[in-house]
């Protein structure tokens, strides 16, 4: 059994992995037991006016857990300000802990700290608001003997003076001589819980270290580890009989951690120190949560305004965040502005003319009347300036040619291309048909130049049939198809590429900025152990939540204005409809990609699996979204799929504002609202889920 008596120094010794880190974060409220109970200053850590999580412990993770941007200073008054405490209690704890733990000026940032400087940080972080019960994992690693002394003997005089529980953990074993108690654990179970004296007399040795290598050659080691389990049976911080007078009951003396059956495990620690030991038979099954309370879900509007003005200063004070957050959307909508949907120039197409003959005189001409004299020629003066016209003998060498990539096709007239053209006015036969025509043969490995080359040769022909026809006589008209595009409904008649694009590009990089910003702040915070330490203080994960999304909501306004202004002002993007109404669906899109940051952010412990759910996230979404290439492509039963992805119904709701100038009546445009605000309330009740649980699998 491990018993903790109130006002004592416990010492929890163990090698690395043991399970001593385990143990600790069960105390604090962040792990559960799989059967049995804990009872942390008489209540559950985690139930109701328990104080655990919250200001009744102070707490000192493995991790620094500290915010590199903020000075020393304002760290303390971040965690001043969600315990609540007054300005000048702040300010005279600065002063005594900076004295106490030779802590550098107030004024340094933290990550300008070495790292045992950073540690005594981490300490008065703990010891800040003066709480009951002290928690400390290997408070004393990094930090010189000289201020480890005044450290135990702040911790000593905390204990005697003032009635204050101190639990801590140390790998320097002689340190915890004083600890009025010592567990020594090894693989999960502890093995002995006595008074450093006791021991040192039982087995008559001089070093606490010589005891528990005498502990661990005893430990028969019969059971497996799959066997093993962390006992913590009938724990309890028990009141000295001076401390509370007598009749009080038991159960607000007592902090019991009592297991049926002793299994508190985890992986041990093994992510942060390499030569740890990890207990492949880790299973925390889910706490037993106590009666609903709906207050108990209701955000606190003071820790959320620390929170907010947390999130603010982080964002402010990083500038290369700050730079990419508002720069990097205006910097993608100008190069995809610049580099999709323009023409394609300098395309070489290889010409085949038979009708230009040197030897006997049939050379180009700059003729513009009603002559028929070398229209090849004539001809080729209205093809557009994008092509590059290369000259070649034959056609053999000009297919070669492009078989080798030097050209995108050849352009063939025969030598008698003007005499049919003429005879084909009265002419009916096949032969003369087929004489008349312009043979070209084309490199179609690129879809998108051949389209454009075979546009712009048809244009060519049509100017040069219409001009030479007016020259000579005749109606215009006369040879154009029968088929003519007035002007068009919604659009213009040459509707370029990018006024398509521009509704999904705008989307995608709200989208996509919001989601990979709120994601890599979160899962940031919880690598560096500052998300533990929060909810050890006594944030709930709802107030977490409802402040990243209250501060990413402001960058994410920014981001749409300059993606807006750049879009519709910088490269003349039309906007037909409502700019309100554009701007509107863009932020819900915005708002998707937040809840799905906080989502990814709840599954993943890492930035590496951020940047995979990223970017596995962007194809579906995007590609198949009608981004790029419009959904009627795509096969017939994934058509109506597609429309339940995030951001499809959105884009194709943006679209037809901008472009047709649709209004909310429209069953396209709300359409899109709808089913961005389910997606909105489907993640973050997701989100809640998952974030609820996540005391129970970190």
């Known amino acids: 059994d491990m018993s903790v008596k109130r006002g004592t120094i416990y010492g929890l010794l163990g090698a690395s992995g043991c399970g001593k880190t385990t143990l600790l974060s069960c105390l604090v409220g962040r792990r559960a037991l799989n059967s049995g109970e804990i009872l942390v200053l008489g209540h559950e850590p985690g139930s109701a006016n328990s104080g655990v999580p919250g200001p009744k412990v102070g707490y000192m993770p493995q991790e620094l857990a500290l915010f590199g941007n903020f000075t020393i200073k304002e760290t303390l008054f971040f965690f001043g300000g969600i315990y609540r405490l007054k300005a000048t209690f702040i300010n005279s704890q600065c002063e005594f802990l900076s004295k106490l733990l030779d802590l550098p000026p107030c004024d340094r940032y933290v990550k300008t700290l070495s790292g045992g400087q950073q540690r ?53 074993i002689e340190e915890a001589r004083h600890a009025h108690t010592i567990g020594m654990m090894r693989t999960g179970r502890l093995l002995v819980e006595d008074s450093p004296d006791n021991l040192l007399r039982k087995f008559q040795l001089s070093s606490l270290e010589d005891v528990f290598v005498q502990f661990c050659l005893k430990d028969d080691g019969r059971r497996s580890i799959e066997q093993l389990s962390i006992t913590e049976s009938n724990a309890a911080i028990c009141e000295p009989t001076d401390v509370f007078p007598p009749g009080t ?18 992986e041990m620690a093994s992510s942060r120190q390499s030569n740890d030991v990890k207990d492949d038979n880790v299973n925390f099954k889910v706490k037993k949560h106590q009666s609903f309370s709906f207050k108990s879900i209701l955000p606190c509007p003071h820790r959320l305004a620390v929170l907010i003005r947390k999130n603010y200063l982080m964002s402010f004070r990083n500038i290369g965040l700050f730079l990419v957050t508002f720069l990097m959307p205006i910097f993608q909508s100008a190069v995809a502005n610049i580099t ?25 001409t700059n003729a513009t009347d009603c002559e028929y004299s070398m229209l090849s020629c004539r001809y080729l003066r209205y093809i557009s300036d994008n092509i590059i016209q290369v000259p070649y003998e034959n056609v053999f060498d000009a297919v070669e040619a492009g078989k080798r990539g030097h050209v995108w096709g050849v352009i063939h007239f025969g030598r008698n291309f003007t005499e049919e053209f003429e005879m084909r006015e009265w002419a009916v036969e096949l032969d003369n048909i087929i004489g008349r025509r312009i043979n070209v043969q084309m490199d179609s490995s690129n879809q998108q130049i051949a389209i454009f080359i075979q546009k712009w040769l048809v244009e060519a022909f049509s100017d040069f049939s219409k001009d030479f026809m007016k020259v000579c006589g005749h109606n215009p008209g006369a040879g154009d198809m029968p088929l003519t595009f007035v002007d068009p409904v919604y659009g213009r008649k040459d509707t370029p590429f990018t006024e398509f694009m521009a509704p999904g590009l705008m989307i995608s990089i709200v989208y996509s900025a919001a989601l990979l910003l709120t994601a890599a702040t979160l899962v940031t915070e919880k690598e560096q152990g500052l998300l533990d330490r929060s909810l050890v203080a006594g944030v ?91 959904t009627e492509g795509l096969h017939y039963y994934l058509r109506s799929a597609v429309y339940f992805l995030p951001s499809t119904s959105a884009i194709e709701a943006l679209r037809s504002i901008m472009t047709r100038g649709w209004g909310l ?34």
Not at 666 to 679: I, Q, T
Request: hydrophobic share 50%; aromatic share 8%.
């Open 120 to 172: 005594r940080v981490s300490f008065a972080v703990a010891l800040f608001h003066e709480p009951e019960l002290l928690i400390l994992d290997e408070p004393t690693v990094g930090v010189d003997p000289v201020l480890r002394y005044s450290i135990w003997n702040h911790l000593i005089q905390q204990s005697a003076q003032h009635g204050k529980t101190v639990i801590v953990t140390t790998h320097y």
């Open 249 to 266: 009951p038991s159960r607000e003396r007592d902090v019991n951690v009592a297991p049926d059956n002793p299994s508190c495990h985890s």
């Open 340 to 364: 999709l949907g323009n023409e394609p120039t300098g395309l070489r197409m290889a010409i085949v003319n038979d009708e230009v003959d040197l030897g006997v005189g049939r050379v180009c």
């Open 540 to 630: 709930q994960m709802n107030e977490i939540l409802i402040g990243n999304l209250t501060s990413q909501v402001s960058s994410m306004f920014g981001q749409t204005a300059l993606i807006v202004l750049g879009m519709l002002w910088i490269f003349n993007v039309p906007c037909n409809g409502n700019l309100a109404l554009a701007v509107s669906i863009t932020l819900v899109q915005g708002l998707v990609g937040m809840c799905f940051g906080l989502l990814i952010a709840a599954v993943c412990d890492n930035l590496n699996g951020v940047v995979f759910l990223t970017a596995a996230n962007y194809l579906p979404v995007f590609i198949m979204g009608g981004v790029l290439w419009p």
């Open 665 to 698: 009546e429209k069953a396209a445009v709300y359409g899109g609202f709808l089913v961005s605000f389910a997606w909105i309330c489907g993640l973050l009740i997701l989100c809640l889920i998952v974030m609820r649980f996540y005391k129970n699998s970190s």
